[in-house]
């Protein structure tokens, strides 16, 4: 049974730093695409940042520049660094993992990043 569970979420001021953490429990980690989704209230689930298997990364546009994702697949575990953060960044934030060539996925279960001043 594969397990994700997110940390670093907080309360930050405007332009502040968090990084968030995903552990994965389970084996094969390094068959896995990684995704860190948000949702902010009245709002759907979007993706913020997708790391594949191979290291290969997008990012959501609102995002660019100012976050940054990685992958330790030694520790599994992979982070968000969040750097300027703005109001509008307020979310939960998802952890997702993807089994390479399949439809399999798993979700962890959120962790709140709060940015106001």
């Known amino acids: 049974q594969v397990q994700l569970v997110e940390s670093g979420g907080g309360l930050v001021q405007p332009g502040g730093s968090l990084k968030l953490s995903c552990a994965r429990s389970?084996?094969?980690?390094?068959?896995?695409?990684m995704a860190w989704y948000r949702q902010a209230p009245g709002k759907q689930r979007e993706l913020v940042a997708h790391?594949?298997?191979?290291?290969?990364?997008n990012y959501a546009d609102s995002v660019k520049g100012r976050f940054t994702i990685a992958r330790d697949n030694t520790e599994k575990t992979v982070y968000l660094q969040m750097n300027s953060l703005k109001p509008e960044d307020t979310a939960v934030y998802y952890c997702?993992?993807?089994?390479?060539?399949?439809?399999?996925?798993?979700w962890g279960q959120g962790t709140q990043v709060t940015v106001s001043s």
């Open positions: 997702k993992a993807e089994l390479l060539g399949t439809t399999i996925e798993y």
């Open positions: 389970g084996s094969a980690f390094s068959m896995y695409h």
């Open positions: 790391i594949s298997r191979g290291g290969s990364i």
